[in-house]
């Protein structure tokens, strides 16, 4: 009843940019943190970057400076504005968020599908 939809994945060079942008929709009351992970090929899954409802960030220290994080309230959606990529950003990057739903009385987390970013020359 509930989806995260990510776009804006792809093919960059060393030192250029990218933003991913995601859309939560469905039996939405309320939605509080958002944030992006990434998953790199052989490891775990990893924080990118967090975002409160009163936009609080929180970073990753492998991305502080180089990727900001936003989200607009009333459109239920986050972006990841991606500067300065490293062949080391490469990795799928999905979407995250704690959504209070219609009718449920307790949060539960969201994950989106997942888009490839890949760093390369």
């Known amino acids: 009843q509930v989806q995260l939809v990510e776009s804006g994945g792809g093919l960059v060079q060393p030192g250029g940019s990218l933003r991913l942008s995601c859309v939560a929709s469905?039996?939405?009351?309320?939605?509080?943190?958002m944030g992006w992970y990434r998953q790199a090929p052989g490891k775990e899954r990893e924080l990118v970057a967090t975002?409160?409802?009163?936009?609080?960030?929180n970073y990753a220290d492998s991305v502080k400076g180089r990727f900001t994080i936003s989200r607009d309230n009333a459109k239920n959606t986050v972006a990841l504005q991606m500067n300065s990529l490293k062949a080391e950003d490469t990795a799928v990057y999905y979407c995250?968020?704690?959504?209070?739903?219609?009718?449920?009385?307790?949060?539960?987390?969201?994950w989106g599908q997942g888009t490839q970013v890949t760093v390369s020359s």
């Open positions: 995250n968020a704690w959504i209070l739903q219609l009718s449920t009385p307790l949060q539960k987390e969201f």
């Open positions: 469905g039996r939405i009351f309320s939605i509080n943190v």
């Open positions: 975002i409160t409802t009163g936009r609080r960030t």
